[in-house]
């Protein structure tokens, strides 16, 4: 039966001496290479004039606010009052414990200074990195499902999967790979088609798109992911943390498209 898998990977990736190297740090770097790959080759065929610099730019500025913000993010959204009391382990990345939402809030605040440093528009900028952002969203869930992390409710579907220890012995839905089919395939899939159309679509337009399709995907794929053993439930026993941080994605990403009807402004570069 399909539903007598087990999980048995080990997170660590490989070993040199003292130094063991994890799936999850190799899929953050896979996830930021390959969104430099994507944004230099879209800004080409866009005919945005950009150069390695200002690609190097941009990433090292979502680089740093992706890592910063998603810790930061799970201290105050996930942390249920642990940090207040323990605030040497704020920074202490090695213990665990990544928002998306927090990354994602944080790389968008630190968006005005690539676009100061590359004269690019800062709409653009987040377009670029909206194509780029699901390839790291897969790489990042399926090191969640390699660490046996983040899984799903009980399930009997004949693809429920034991995590053992702390999951227990009854099969799950692998929600990690949900959310990296969802997030990750299908919302880069989707862009980058759009990212082909010629002229291109006018600024804001994938930021807009992206916040709208990840926040849906990730609300639905909640009712269906155990949350957070520290903070359960929220609101009468069916709402968790993770919906309560993905809906107001979805509206901000709708006033994104508004304010991108209203302006439809061409995307564009350093000339």
């Given at each position: 039966m399909l539903n007598d898998l087990y999980h048995n990977l080990d997170p660590v990736a490989f070993t040199l001496g003292?130094?063991?190297?994890?799936?999850?740090?190799i899929a953050y770097?896979?996830?930021?290479?390959?969104?430099?790959?994507v944004v230099w080759r879209v800004a080409k065929r866009w005919k945005i004039d950009v150069g390695v610099d200002q690609v190097t730019?941009?990433?090292?500025?979502?680089?740093?606010?992706?890592?910063?913000?998603?810790?930061l993010g799970y201290v105050l959204f996930y942390?249920?009052?642990?940090?207040?009391?323990?605030?040497?382990?704020?920074?202490?990345?090695?213990?665990?414990?990544?928002?998306?939402?927090?990354?994602?809030?944080?790389?968008?605040?630190?968006?005005?200074i690539s676009a100061r440093q590359t004269r690019i528009p800062y709409a653009t900028i987040a377009d670029l990195c909206a194509l780029g952002a699901p390839i790291g969203l897969f790489f990042g869930r399926c090191a969640?499902?390699?660490?046996?992390?983040?899984?799903?409710?009980?399930?009997?579907?004949?693809?429920?999967v034991v995590f053992g220890g702390v999951a227990?012995?009854?099969?799950?839905?692998?929600?990690?790979?949900?959310e990296a089919?969802?997030?990750?395939?299908?919302?880069?899939?989707?862009?980058?088609?759009?990212?082909r159309k010629v002229p291109p679509r006018p600024r804001g337009t994938f930021l807009g798109l992206f916040l709208v399709m990840y926040g849906t995907f990730r609300f639905l794929i909640e009712f269906v992911r155990q949350p957070d053993a520290q903070l359960g439930y929220l609101a009468g026993g069916w709402f968790t943390m993770g919906q309560a941080l993905?809906?107001?994605?979805?509206?901000?990403?709708?006033?994104?498209?508004?304010?991108?009807?209203?302006?439809?402004?061409?995307?564009?570069?350093v000339r």
């Open positions: 003292p130094l063991s190297v994890r799936w999850y740090g770097v896979l996830g930021f290479l390959c969104t430099a790959v730019t941009i990433i090292m500025w979502a680089i740093i606010g992706i890592i910063l913000g998603a810790r942390g249920a009052g642990y940090y207040l009391e323990h605030p040497e382990h704020i920074l202490m990345f090695s213990e665990g414990g990544m928002s998306f939402h927090g990354g994602l809030i944080v790389a968008l605040l630190s968006g005005p969640n499902f390699v660490n046996g992390e983040l899984w799903g409710a009980v399930t009997d579907l004949p693809w429920g227990g012995d009854l099969p799950r839905h692998p929600s990690q790979l949900y089919l969802l997030e990750g395939v299908v919302i880069f899939v989707v862009l980058f088609a759009l990212s993905s809906l107001p994605l979805v509206l901000v990403g709708i006033a994104v498209l508004v304010w991108v009807a209203h302006t439809r402004l061409p995307q564009m570069g």
